[in-house]
């Protein structure tokens, strides 16, 4: 990928930064958050470098080539075939477990408990899913989206939506959507991780047995 230097260079910092962050993603296989002090040394030491100027970073050259900056993915050829497996991935999953997600960097970690409390369930944060385990065979897996994939985003009324929509809704950038991990059972997609859960397996005032879903960074 390659991006004009000068048009860079007449962003304000701010969108500069974004700029170079997106595109680090866009290109690296290594899928992990880009800090800001790999940004910075892009700006200083590529961009505001002399031509032949260049950085490494999450497996992704990024190099001064006149008034053009370049961004090179150069991961060996064997790691990327690792990862590209892992997106066509569909792993069974027991319940409880704690398992990896190589794609994004995530822990997934999934329990089952007797009781929760409603109140806090509505307030849960993004990263967390409650589900009502009645309402679901307990075979579950973890796998990436596929094309013609739907569900019933909590939040709609039980309406059912292409996750492809769903995405588009929410702006989720094309090279995320290949990322997330999605927690399925046999009746359907359970959680999209870090976005929404299914309305039809919600916790309700009826609900006794609660599968408790977390995605976090790292192991």
Known sequence: MVLSRSQLVALPLALKRRVIRLTIRECSWRVKMVGFEFVEAVLAKVVEGRTGAGIQVHGVRISREYEMIRFQNIMPQTEKVALSGEASMDRPIPIPCCVPWPLTGHTLKVVLQKETDCDGVRKS?????YLDASTFTPSLSLRCWRPGDSFSPLGLGGQRKKLQDFFSDLKVERSERNRL????AP?????????RINHRFRVTDHTRHVLVATMSQGN
């Open 181 to 184: 991990p999605l927690l399925v």
């Open 187 to 195: 009746e359907g997609i359970l959680w999209v991780a870090g976005y």
């Open 125 to 129: 944060p993004s990263h967390v899913a």
